[in-house]
């Protein structure tokens, strides 16, 4: 998703990468590659963010369902129309 394809070997190639490096190896003494830093994704803060933002839906699920429990558990008809007034009734 994130590298390019080389026109004469047909490989995913870095797109930090100016030309492609298994091409470069075929051709002997030719020199590195490389022209720069390349760069590497790294997952660790979509991967954190993606566990708070599920654990905060699961939170706020679980939270709703006690209120729901309670309210019928109690028989509190207004704390249940409050709590159910956006559901689509049949």
Do not use: K
Not at 13 to 41: I, K
């Amino acid at each position: 998703m994130l590298e390019w394809v080389c026109p004469s070997c047909d490989r995913l190639v870095d797109p930090g990468l100016d030309a492609c490096p298994f091409c470069a190896r075929r051709q002997p003494g030719s020199p590195p590659v490389l022209t720069g830093p390349v760069r590497h994704v790294s997952w660790l803060m979509a991967d954190r963010i993606l566990r708070i933002t599920l654990g905060a839906i699961a939170v706020l699920s679980l939270v709703y369902f006690l209120a729901v429990a309670w309210a019928v558990y109690t028989e509190n008809d207004l704390l249940i129309d409050r709590l159910t007034h956006w559901l689509p009734m049949p």
